[in-house]
Antibody, heavy 115, light 108 residues
Framework: QVQLVESGGGLVKPGGSLRLSCAAS????????MSWVRQAPGKGLEWVSY???????DYADSVKGRFTISRDNAKNSLYLQMNSLRAEDTAVYYC?????????WGQGTLVTVSS | EIVLTQSPGTLSLSPGERATLSCRAS???????LAWYQQKPGQAPRLLIY???SRATGIPDRFSGSGSGTDFTLTISRLEPEDFAVYYC?????????FGGGTKVEIK
């Protein structure tokens, strides 16, 4: 069955950096677009970024220029490099299969940006 | 970007009752590129409906979606205890994909 497992979250100071990872299994990773979606505490869902199998990518305006999405098809892994983090980036970050519809989601990893 | 407004914010119902959730878009969503997700506390969202009315894999037939253009509805025909959760609509017609603010279905 499809499994997506995120890691790399934690507490970071404003202006700091963090790299999230998502390990995928149960499907042919290289065949699928992959996405990151986040959810601030007690709030709704916000799409962050996607990357295609051919490495076409895009970002939400709120993270453009600060976040970088990448993938390693040989390792069945998705990444999100987050730089210049702000308090408003505090959220659970979910790895999700496909774009622009998200058919499977990981359990998420919490990123807290605070001094 | 397309703004999705969900109503009501909270729906208080009893098990066995029918739930009707609304999602209104600020612009027409073409080709019915509208999805619904269920999220339980501490869990990831789960895809329920795509294409406005197609059930995702493994979703029980008590869940149904309808609508077109700017007005969409998720109906749960008879609420089971495990259906009490937050439901989000999402449009994927135009980038960026956007979500509604959610409707919480709680036990009355």
């Amino acid at each position: 069955q499809v499994q997506l497992v995120e890691s790399g979250g934690g507490l970071v100071k404003p202006g700091g950096s963090l790299r999230l990872s998502c390990a995928a299994s149960g499907f042919t990773f290289s065949d699928y677009y992959m996405s990151w979606v986040r959810q601030a505490p007690g709030k709704g869902l916000e799409w962050v970024s996607y990357i295609s199998s051919g490495r076409t990518l895009d970002y939400a305006d709120s993270v453009k220029g600060r976040f970088t999405i990448s993938r390693d098809n040989a390792k069945n892994s998705l990444y999100l490099q987050m730089n210049s983090l702000r308090a408003e980036d505090t959220a659970v970050y979910y790895c999700a299969r496909d774009f622009p519809r998200f058919d499977y989601w990981g359990q998420g990893t919490l990123v807290t940006v605070s001094s | 970007e397309i703004v999705l407004t969900q109503s009501p914010g909270t729906l208080s119902l009893s098990p066995g009752e029918r739930a009707t959730l609304s999602c209104r878009a600020s612009q027409s969503v073409s080709s019915n590129y509208l999805a619904w997700y269920q999220q339980k506390p501490g869990q990831a969202p789960r895809l329920l409906i795509y294409g406005a009315s197609s059930r995702a894999t493994g979703i029980p037939d008590r869940f149904s979606g309808s609508g077109s253009g700017t007005d969409f509805t998720l109906t749960i025909s008879r609420l089971e205890p495990e259906d009490f959760a937050v439901y989000y609509c999402q449009q994927y017609d135009r980038s960026p994909p956007t979500f509604g603010g959610g409707t919480k279905v709680e036990i009355k």
